[in-house]
Structures are given as structure tokens and as C-alpha cells.
């Protein structure tokens, strides 16, 4: 085998919280954990191949069919490349869990992919790739989950006409707390229970709050985080697919939580703290109120980290 | 006469911008000018009265139907003064301009009697002072001009329950062009044509676009300030009411402007810009597309200042 073909990155991507409470569709940030990893090489034959995907049942290989795939595919369509790839994907995380699954498998490809073809794009440009992966997984290429995996920190997603991503690092130490109750929740049916109109006067607090919660993050003031931290539109109407949930949420803030809400579109539930014992506290005080539900979950603690995806495993041969 | 009697102040509050565009109900920024001036003293019986009402025709003298009376009564009120207190109040701004008339003249009378009363209160205790003046003005005790009239710079109101003032300062050189159209546009007819309802997808872009709008005010980034100066929601349903608005628009943002939007509630139009210069052009341009319309107007310039109210004269006798 000719050496240049033994060429192959692995990189991997964070799960992320997107719709960080008043943020509904513009907010989210990074984990460091958990998060998915891609392996990629150079292949010969056009196309893409799927070698393998492992770490949970039932996700497909086709490479039309799995994000991956798709992200990659069109990496190499827009650069016009010849020669195809095979990719692995192992998933670290749970799939349908509201903490950006398909963002983190997608971000995982486009930067392994980019990484192995020489980094002819800037992580900021991967997100319009990843966004691809998104478009296969919920119909909606939107970017709240796929751009913080890809840039770490919070990011804030301004708009989409055109798309404009502004990342805004991590200005202070924000530890979450992420609980998992392991319900099956369609993303569908959660878009689809939002009413398509908002009062004004709770779009008026909704958007003071998004303000607060923005002057909060980047004039690194945890009081004003705390204030902020509200939805006053969505989580009332999602709330009620999630067993528990206010419970949970009267735990994580009376164990110390800046704020807790709904993770995407869940049934995830996420809390900020200021610090990672806190953060702990909150794990566990979440996990109490399920503990004999007959409800199992999965909890998380990790501080919001200022770097996203980023490349664990690479090894170069170069021909001679 | 005893020489205590003799002390008195004059304080100068001026114009605002409420409203910014994306920021309905939530964000204001001050002009360093036009203005109001207060001037106050301590009388020996009891109650208020105002002396002179000067500037403008037609404000009543009556201290229960006057803002400056109303704001002063409240803080005697407040700290249980039994003295009462001469005020006079020269409008140095036209009146239902939309920027912030009656919130001008409550941010001095404010200031001017706390200073004459020894500062009990900080600058920050006085916007819910100030906001008892735009209660009698507009049935509606709103902060969106108080705050930035007394803080200078940009304010954010966050929320009201309780009440949540967040001064955002001056990140970044800011100057507005300011039209004023001399039409007349009563405060609630401009209210109340606005839907009680936002379409979920206008919010969204709306909310985006503050969270930009703050991004880019505290991460000092013009370009991010231009890309939000947005209103998907108010302007296409207030502007109907301005003569010529899109007219001016086209010519603000045609000469340099960051952004164009109405001023509170109208008729006013601003324009916020990077340099004193643009800011120039920006109101010749504005003002030239009202020429030969048969509509007078008024326009200013202004740096977007760090201070909002202040001391401009005192004459403090001690008594010995």
C-alpha cells in the first residue's frame, strides 16, 4: 500500500446546549464532554465510504443517510476533489438527547475532513458544512449546536440571511450541569407543540433578558447571568414533555444553578454554575428527583470550554 | 432673608433615544444634546411649586400635572421632608419629539433635588423617581429614557419586576444624527397600532439581532453593530406614520450610517454612526429629503456621551 494513502486524522467535537433558556434558536455553548469522534483517509475511488459506526445501535452507514456522509460529500463536491474518503464514526454520546448529537457527529466530519485535505477552510467556514449534517438530521440546517461544537464557548448565531456566527469565547468560568432522562423526544414533536405567534409583552421580557444575559457573559457579571437566565415563552409549553422537569429545575437552582432550562429542544435539562463543585452539587440534586422514577439518565458535569472541536489522533507519512 | 434659603441648583438632563431598532421597550442611549433644565430650591412650607415653566408654550405650572412636580413630590414624600421646594423648568427640547422630552425634564428635576437635598439618593436610585414623571406623561412608568438620561451612554432595561437597569457605558465612539419631522404623533396612537401578537419567526430574528446589537456595543465591533441595527417587528408598522421615513432612512444608511430607526415612539428619526463627520452627513442628507416637503423640522448631532445628567450651576451658602 503507498504510504500516502496511510494518511488519517480522528478529531473530535462536544456536545452542545443550544436554546440557552431566553437564546431560543440564536444561543448555545459548548461541553467538553461528552462528544462524538470522526476517523477520515483518503480513498482513491471517488465517494464516500462508511467503515464503520460504532458507540450506538441503529445508526445508518450510508453515507447518503448519516451525517457524516453528507457533510464530507459535500466538502468534496464544493472543492472538487476526485478521490473519495472513508470515514468511522464513534458516537460518545446519546442520539435524540437535546444536546446537538448530529452537530457534534457533523462537526467531528467536516473538521477531520478538513484537517486530512489540509485545512483548505477556517473552522468558521466549516459551520456552513456541518450545518449540511443538520439539514439530514432535523430538516433544518441551523447552526446553534454546530457552531459552537466547532468554535467552543458560547457562540451566538445572529442570523441566517446571511448566516452570521459570532463566537463569544468563554469571558468567565461557567461550569454546566447536564442531565439526560433517557425518554425517547422528537425533536418534531417539540418544534411542532411552539405556538407560531408570541404575545408582545412576553417577547419584550424574553428579549430583555437575552440582552441581560449577553451584557451578563461578556461584562462577566454572574448576578446579571443569574437575573437572565429565563424563558419566559417556550420552556412553559416544552416543559410538559419532560417527566419532572420542574422538580429538576427547583433542584439545580436551589443547589446553586446561575439558571437551568431546557438543552435544545430536549428532554436534556442543563444548569450554569460559577464553579465545578457547584456544578457537581447540581448533578447530583438533579439526579436525586429521578432516582426511583423508573426513569434512567445519563448526567454530565464540564466546564464550558474556550476550544471546540479539535484533532486527538493524526498520522502523516509523507511520500518521499 | 436667611442665607440657607438662598441655596439652590440647576440641573441639565438630556434628550434619548429609546427603542434601538431591535432593542424595543429594552435599550436607550442619551444625547449629549438638546436638553432640559431644572432648577430647584428649598422653600419653607410645605409642597412644590414650580415657579417658572419656560422653553416651550403650553406646559402646565400645576406641580400635580407638571413631571418635575410629580418626581420632586415623590421624593420629599420618600424621605419625609416637611420643607417644600421651588422648582423652575426650562424645556430646552421640543415636546413629543419622541426623544424623551418628559423623561429629560424628570432626570433633572431628579438629579437637581437630590443635590439640593444633599445627595441621598445615587444617580442609579433616581431612575425610579425620574420614572414617576413618565408615569403622569404616558400612563406608563417605562425606564428606556430616564435611565439613559441620568446614566449617559447606553442603558439596557432588562426587566421590571423588579426593576433591572443595566448602564452598558460608551464601548465605542457612537454619534447620532437626530430628525425631528414637526408633525404632531400622539405617544398612544403610535402604541396602540402596534400587534399584541409577533410572528415566532420575526421574534426570533429580532432577538437575534438585539443579542447582536449587544455583541457588538460591548465586543466594540462596528461592522457586528451595523449587520443588527435592525427592527424587523415596530418599523414596518410605526413608520406608516412618519412622512418620508423610508426616505430618510435610505439617505442615512446612503451616507455612512450604521443604522437608521425611530426615535421612543416617533416622529423623530436617528441614525447612529462611527465618526462626528458621518454623523454631519448624515443630517444634511436626512434633512434635505424634508426640504420642500412643507414639513419644518429640527435636527441634532451628537456624540453619544459618558455622562447623561449634571450639575450645570449652584449656589451653596453655608450658614455659619
Redesign the interface.
Known sequence: MDKQEEQFVKAYAPATVANVC??????GFALDAPGDEVWARKKETPGILISAVTGVEGLSADPTLNVIGVVAQKMLTDLNLEHGLELQLHKGMPVGSGLGSSAASSAAAAFAVNALLGNPFTTQELVVYAMEGERLASGSAHADNVAPSLLGGFV????YDPL?V?P?GVPLDLYASVLYPQIELKTSLSRSI????????K??????????L??GL??KDYG?IR??LHDEIFEPERSVLIPLFKQVKDAALKAGALGCGISGSGPSIFALSPSAEVAHDIKNAMEKVYAGSGIETKSYVSKVPEQGVRLVEQSIYQTV
Chains 1, 2 share one sequence.
Open positions: 431566553c437564546g431560543f434558536d440564536v444561543l451566538l448565531v445572529r442570523g452570521d459570532i463569544l411552539l405556538k407560531q405567534e408570541i404575545p408582545l409583552k417577547g419584550i421580557k424574553q428579549w430583555g433578558n437575552l440582552a441581560g449577553m451584557a461578556l461584562m446579571l437575573r437572565s
